[in-house]
Every structure is written in structure tokens, then in C-alpha cells.
């Protein structure tokens, strides 16, 4: 089983970094296939506690090599900032690879995201205002500037000035915004040449090379199914593929190579930014899941908006991604609580709907049709096997289990590494 995809199943923030960190040990490779330092992952290990952006999670494990695929959007200054504070603290951070056809992220990019949020007022979408949407918007405009050709001054200077000649219009004349010259752009990114050139490789080459040899290879998701362009919410969405096929494409391996689909779900649903949400709760209740999970932004710090567990879109997302197996995280967090509410299917205007509906202006008026089920109080965070859990808990298991129609092989009860509880190995 050496092809193993880690997917966020709701709208992010699931616990995707430590499930790819769990795996660390029995793998040699964990390739980020989409997104950029848009994504924030929290690994806890011991005492230590790292937050991740741009870098695959693998980079924590001594035996990984970890790979920034052609599908993400990198910004230099991010990825080194990352690296020296992580070797600042110990991590051997040498092996990194990274694509020589992902995309980089530059000012003109990060400028624009910020003012076309704030153009959009009302209908902003909440983005992280890192430059994500709009490299990506010229990557599939066919005028971004990728880690290659970094190597060939003449050959950059000219893409940068050929994806400012519009920019510069819009900043100008639309956002009253100062123009940029091609000359910061290529000076900055030039200054990082010689030290990513040693990283710089063929992503496709590399992965299919290890599979080959039987070596195992994690794909790890960033953002979620519900965040995905194609599959989430749009347009209140990210702008790359979070789901299971942007694996394949992401990083240049076939889809036949995707042997295991990891799906990761909280034990209840947040969401950071705008855009529908139907268990979301706005009571006191919502403030006490807030503080109970500690659910504040990795990236921007943001409180995150917090509500029920959702089982159509679980549903919705083992279809998308084709999961095999589902993590679900943060069992924990909902210990105290007398009554644990599920939203099982959804008003639609007087109508009750089984799944997520596909047009969006239903999805907004969806209503959750919640369910009860009964909690528990004791501590859970000791727990390693199922059988360990109280009886309710076990229960509460089960019927997501059951609901979701996939299996829940791993449930997280703290944000330890070693605090899971394995139902059925990811790697086998
Ligand atoms: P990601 O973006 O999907 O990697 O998730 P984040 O790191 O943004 O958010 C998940 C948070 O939950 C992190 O702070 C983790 O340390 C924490 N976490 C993960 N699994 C568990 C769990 O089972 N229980 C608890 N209490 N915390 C967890
Ligand atoms: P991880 O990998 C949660 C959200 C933003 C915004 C929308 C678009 O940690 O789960 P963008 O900057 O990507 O253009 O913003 O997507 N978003 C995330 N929400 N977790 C993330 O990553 C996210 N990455 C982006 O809040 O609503
Ligand atoms: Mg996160």
C-alpha cells in the first residue's frame, strides 16, 4: 500500500498535519500537493509544538523526505523564514525537495489579494491575503513565473514584465495601488536562486522512482474537499485542488498509484473565512466548542466559526475523494457535553434533503435536521484502544461511522502524536 492520500474532509484545519505526522515513521516520502502558506498545521510532539505553512508535515520525521509538488504555490521568503526556524530548533531540514514546475508567489500577488478582498466588501471571501488565488489565477492564465525560471535571468525578467504589463493597469488605474516594477520582483527572487537551486527537482520523477522501488509515499493535502475549486462551496473557496485527484496531478503521479485515500474529520465542523456553514452555531454553546478545541487560526489567528458535525458532507467528501478510510479527530473535545447534536440531512426550504446539494443557493438556505445522541464525561485523552473509550463515546463512533459509510480507522483524543486510537493500520 505505498500510495497513501491525506485529504481534509469539511473545510479544513481537521488534524491533517498530525495524521501525515503519525504516519512519519513508516514513510519515506510526504509530497504537499496543492495550496501554499495559506495552509497552517499544528504538530504537537512531547513538548514541542511546531506550526507548519508551506512545508509538508513529513519534515518533523528524520526519515521522510518531503516534497513540495508541482501543484503548490511557493513563496520564497515564507519557505526560507520556515527552514531557518526549524533548523533554529533542531530539524534537519536538508533533504527538502521542491517541483521546478510549482509556482511562485510574489508581491504583485500578495498586493492584489488584499485589495481585491477589500473591493469585494460585503462578498469578501475571508482569504488568508497571502497571494494564493491570484498566482493561481495566472498560473491557469498562463502567465505565472515557476521555480524554473528562476535559472534563466533573461527568460525571468521578461515572464515578470509580461505578468505585470496588466497588473500594473489594474493596481494603477482600478485600486489606486503604486505600480511595481519588474526589477523587485526579479531582484527578490533572484536573491533566493542559489539556495533552492539544490532543492529543485522533478517531482514526478522522484515519486514514481520511490514507488516503484516499493517505498512509501504520503500525499498531503492542504485545506479541504468543502475549500476545493471544483468541489467546495464556490466561489467562498480556495483556489487549487484540495481533493484526492489534485494528488495525481499535484505532483505528477498517476491516479492508479493512489492506493489509500485518507479522509480527515473532526468530531464536530469549523470553517475560517465566509461562505456557507449550515451546523454553524452563533450561542454560547459555539463559544464553549471555540474554547473547548482551542479552534483559533494557525495562519491568521482568525476565531474559527464552529458548529456540529456534518454527515451528509462527509458523505459528500468520501465520494469526491474516494476515501477508503477516515481519521476522526478531536473525539476529546466534545467530552462534558450531556447531548452531542449530528446534523443528519437538511432543510432546503420545507424540503428534507439527504445530501449536500449541488446548487449553491440551496446550500445556503440548508437547515440542519440535528439528532442527539448521548455524551460522556470522563477523560478520554488516556485512551488507546476503542474498547478503553466510555460506552457513549464508542457509540458516537459508530454512528458516524455508520452515517459517514466509511470506516473510522484512527480517532484522535488529544493533539499528542501518540494520543490515537488505531482501529485499522493506514498502512498495510
Ligand atoms: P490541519 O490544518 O488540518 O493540519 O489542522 P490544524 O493544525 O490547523 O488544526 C488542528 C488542531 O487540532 C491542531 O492544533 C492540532 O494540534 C489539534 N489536534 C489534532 N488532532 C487532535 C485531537 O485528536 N485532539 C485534540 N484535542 N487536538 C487535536
Ligand atoms: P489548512 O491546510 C482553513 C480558507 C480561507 C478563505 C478561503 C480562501 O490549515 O486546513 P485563500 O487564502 O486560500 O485564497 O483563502 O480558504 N482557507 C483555509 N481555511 N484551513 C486552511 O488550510 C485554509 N486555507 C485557506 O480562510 O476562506
Ligand atoms: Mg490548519
Given at each position: 500500500m505505498p500510495g497513501i492520500v491525506i485529504v481534509g474532509?469539511?473545510?479544513?484545519?481537521?488534524?491533517k498535519g498530525k495524521a501525515t505526522d503519525l504516519l512519519g515513521e513508516r514513510t519515506e516520502w510526504v509530497v504537499k500537493f496543492n495550496g501554499g502558506n495559506n495552509a497552517g498545521h499544528t504538530v504537537v510532539i512531547g513538548d514541542e509544538k511546531y506550526a507548519l505553512h508551506l512545508?509538508?508535515?513529513?519534515?518533523?520525521?528524520?526519515g521522510v523526505t518531503p516534497v513540495i509538488g508541482n501543484g503548490v504555490v511557493v513563496d520564497l521568503a515564507v519557505l526560507f523564514e520556515e527552514l531557518e526556524a526549524l533548523e533554529a530548533r533542531g530539524?534537519?531540514?536538508?533533504r527538502l525537495k521542491i517541483s521546478s514546475s510549482a509556482h511562485v508567489i510574489t508581491q504583485a500577488h500578495r498586493t492584489l489579494d488584499k485589495v481585491q478582498e477589500r473591493f469585494l466588501?460585503?462578498?469578501?471571501?475571508?482569504?488568508?491575503?497571502?497571494?494564493i488565488g491570484p498566482t493561481y489565477a495566472d498560473k491557469i492564465s498562463r502567465v505565472g513565473i515557476r521555480i524554473?525560471?528562476?535559472?534563466?535571468e533573461s527568460i525571468l525578467r521578461q515572464k515578470v514584465e509580461g505578468a505585470l504589463d496588466q497588473k500594473n493597469h489594474l493596481l494603477v488605474k482600478v485600486f489606486n495601488r503604486r505600480a511595481i516594477t519588474a526589477d523587485e520582483i526579479v531582484d527578490d527572487l533572484l536573491s533566493y536562486v542559489e539556495r533552492v537551486r539544490p532543492m529543485v527537482c522533478d517531482s514526478g520523477l522522484l515519486l514514481n522512482q520511490a514507488l516503484d522501488r516499493g517505498e512509501v509515499v504520503v500525499f498531503e493535502g492542504g485545506q479541504a474537499t468543502m475549500l476545493d475549486?471544483?468541489?467546495?462551496?464556490y466561489p467562498f473557496v480556495?483556489?487549487?485542488?484540495?481533493?484526492?485527484?489534485g494528488a495525481a496531478t499535484g505532483s505528477?503521479?498517476?491516479?492508479?498509484?493512489?492506493d489509500r485515500i485518507v479522509g480527515i474529520v473532526k468530531a464536530y465542523t469549523t470553517r475560517v473565512g465566509a461562505g456557507p456553514f449550515p451546523t454553524e452555531l452563533f450561542d454560547e454553546q459555539g463559544d464553549w466548542l471555540r474554547q473547548a478545541g482551542f479552534?483559533?487560526?494557525?495562519?491568521?489567528g482568525r476565531p474559527r466559526r464552529v458548529g456540529w458535525y456534518d454527515a451528509p458532507i462527509t458523505r459528500y467528501a468520501t465520494r469526491i475523494n474516494g476515501i477508503t478510510d477516515l481519521v476522526l479527530t478531536?473525539?476529546?473535545?466534545?467530552?462534558?457535553?450531556?447531548r452531542i447534536p449530528v446534523c443528519v440531512a437538511y432543510d432546503v426550504n420545507g424540503e428534507r434533503v439527504e445530501?449536500?446539494?449541488?446548487n449553491q443557493t440551496d446550500f445556503h438556505h440548508a437547515k440542519p435536521i440535528l439528532e442527539e445522541f448521548p455524551g460522556w464525561s470522563e477523560?478520554?485523552?488516556?485512551?488507546?484502544?476503542?474498547?478503553?473509550?466510555?460506552q457513549t463515546a464508542q457509540d458516537y463512533v459508530l454512528t458516524l461511522e455508520r452515517m459517514s459509510?466509511?470506516?473510522?480507522?484512527v480517532i484522535g483524543v488529544?493533539?499528542?502524536?501518540?494520543?490515537v486510537i488505531v482501529r485499522h493500520d493506514l498502512i498495510d
Open positions: 474532509a469539511q473545510w479544513g484545519d481537521e488534524g512545508l509538508p508535515s513529513g519534515i518533523l520525521s528524520p530539524v534537519d531540514t536538508s466588501g460585503k462578498r469578501q471571501i475571508g482569504t488568508t491575503g497571502r497571494g524554473q525560471d528562476l535559472f534563466d475549486i471544483d468541489h467546495g462551496t480556495t483556489s487549487s485542488s484540495a481533493t484526492s485527484g505528477g503521479v498517476g491516479p492508479n498509484r493512489l479552534e483559533f487560526g494557525t495562519t491568521t478531536k473525539l476529546d473535545t466534545l467530552t462534558g457535553l450531556e445530501e449536500v446539494p449541488v477523560d478520554i485523552s488516556g485512551c488507546r484502544r476503542f474498547e478503553d473509550l466510555p459509510g466509511t470506516r473510522i480507522s488529544g493533539p499528542g502524536r501518540d494520543q
